[in-house]
C-alpha cells in the first residue's frame, strides 16, 4: 500500500515496506504566541526558518497549520503554503479545521499534498472528500465522531471502516489515499490510552494494510522529558505498523530513533542511509573543527 505525495519536483511514498514518513510539526502557531502575534501582523518570516530547521534535521513532508484566532486562515494558509513551496521541495500537509482554508491551500499547491484532515462525521466527509478527489491530494482521516474521540480500539476500527468505505464506494478515492490517523493522546491524562492507540495501528494495519500517522507530540503533553518519551513512542508504533508522523523533526533524538528502528526493522537496507547519515555527521564535524 503506497500512498505518494509530491511537490513540483519531489515525490515521497509512504508504505510499510518504505522508510518512515517524518512530516515536520513545527508551522503551527498552538503554543507560540510570538509566531500568532507576527500571523496576526501578516508577518510570515518565522515560518523561513522553521522549515529550513526541520528541512537540515531530515523532515520529508512539512505540516502547515495557520489556526489563528481572529484572522483571515484561507487567505494566511494560502500565504503560506506559497512561501514553503518558494523555498523547499519537500512536499506540503494541509492542516486546518477551517474547510475554506484547505481549499485555499489546495488551490495554490503545485503537486500532490496531504490533507489534514477528516472525521468519519458524514457532513465532514461530503464537504472535503470531493474536494480532495478534485485536487487529486491524499487525506488524514481520524476515527472520530461529532465531538466523542473513541476511548477503545474496537470503536476506532469501526469508524475507520466508515470512512473507508464511504471514501472508496462514494467518493471514489483510493484506499491508498487515505492515511489513518489512530488518535494518539497524552499519556499523562491516562495510563492505558497510548496501548488503545498501538492496539488500533497493530488492527488497522492486519485489516486493511492502511497507511497511518499521528500526532506523535500529543503522547508527551504536560510530562517532563517530553523528547525521550518522543523517541521511544515512535520506534513501538513503527512495530506495529505506524508508517508516518507528525512529530517534532528538530530534535535529533527524536528523529535518529525513527531512522534506528527503520534500520532496525528492514527499511534501510544494510544501513545505507544511516551510515551515510553517520558520515555526513562525521564531515561536518570535521569540517566546524578549526
Ligand atoms: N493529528 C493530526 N494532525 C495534527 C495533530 C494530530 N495536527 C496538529 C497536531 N496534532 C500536531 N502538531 C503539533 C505541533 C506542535 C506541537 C504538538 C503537535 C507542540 N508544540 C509545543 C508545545 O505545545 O509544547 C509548543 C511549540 C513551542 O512553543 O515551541 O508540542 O494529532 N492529523
Given at each position: 500500500m503506497h500512498t505518494r505525495l509530491s511537490s513540483a519536483s519531489k515525490e515521497v511514498t509512504?508504505?510499510?515496506?518504505?522508510?518512515?514518513?517524518?512530516?515536520?510539526?513545527?508551522?503551527?502557531?498552538?503554543?507560540?504566541?510570538?509566531?500568532?502575534?507576527?500571523?496576526?501582523?501578516?508577518?510570515?518570516?518565522?515560518i523561513e526558518r522553521d522549515v529550513a530547521a526541520q528541512v537540515a534535521q531530515?523532515?520529508?513532508?512539512?505540516?502547515?497549520?495557520m489556526g489563528v484566532p481572529l484572522t483571515d486562515e484561507p487567505a494566511l494558509l494560502r500565504r503560506a503554503v506559497k512561501l514553503v513551496q518558494s523555498i523547499t521541495d519537500l512536499p506540503i500537509c494541509i492542516d486546518s479545521s477551517v474547510v475554506e482554508a484547505l481549499?485555499?491551500?489546495?488551490?495554490?499547491?503545485?503537486?500532490?499534498?496531504l490533507v489534514n484532515s477528516i472525521t468519519a462525521e458524514d457532513d465532514r466527509m461530503?464537504?472535503?472528500?470531493?474536494?480532495?478527489?478534485?485536487y487529486n491530494a491524499a487525506v488524514i482521516a481520524l476515527p472520530n465522531d461529532h465531538d466523542e474521540i473513541?476511548?477503545?480500539?474496537?470503536?476506532?476500527?469501526?469508524?475507520?471502516?466508515?470512512?473507508?468505505?464511504?471514501?472508496?464506494?462514494?467518493?471514489?478515492?483510493?484506499?491508498?489515499?487515505?492515511?489513518?490517523?489512530?488518535?494518539a493522546m497524552p499519556i499523562g491524562a491516562d495510563p492505558n490510552i497510548v496501548n488503545v492507540a498501538y492496539e488500533t495501528i497493530h488492527r488497522i494495519h492486519d485489516e486493511y494494510g492502511a497507511n497511518m500517522t499521528v500526532g506523535a507530540s500529543n503522547v508527551s503533553f504536560g510530562m517532563p522529558g517530553r523528547q525521550t518519551i518522543n523517541?521511544?513512542?515512535?520506534?513501538?508504533?513503527?512495530?506495529?505498523?505506524?508508517?508516518?508522523?507528525?512529530m517534532d523533526a528538530r530534535t535529533p533524538q527524536i528523529v535518529e530513533a525513527v531512522k534506528a528502528a527503520d534500520l532496525l526493522l528492514g527499511h534501510d537496507e544494510w544501513g545505507m542511509a544511516w551510515i551515510a547519515a553517520h558520515?555526513?555527521?562525521?564531515?561536518?564535524?570535521k569540517a566546524s573543527t578549526p
Open positions: 509512504i508504505g510499510d515496506d518504505q522508510p518512515f514518513c517524518i512530516i515536520g510539526e513545527r508551522i503551527n502557531p498552538t503554543g507560540r504566541r510570538l509566531f500568532q502575534e507576527q500571523l496576526r501582523a501578516g508577518d510570515l518570516s518565522a531530515g523532515a520529508m513532508v512539512l505540516d502547515i497549520n481549499e485555499a491551500g489546495l488551490s495554490v499547491y503545485e503537486g500532490r499534498a461530503a464537504e472535503i472528500l470531493p474536494m480532495v478527489k478534485h473513541p476511548m477503545e480500539a474496537d470503536k476506532r476500527l469501526v469508524l475507520t471502516k466508515k470512512i473507508l468505505d464511504t471514501a472508496v464506494d462514494k467518493y471514489g478515492l483510493a484506499v491508498e489515499d487515505i492515511i489513518i490517523d489512530p488518535l523517541a521511544t513512542f515512535l520506534p513501538m508504533a513503527m512495530t506495529v505498523g505506524l508508517t508516518s508522523a507528525i558520515r555526513a555527521r562525521q564531515v561536518a564535524e
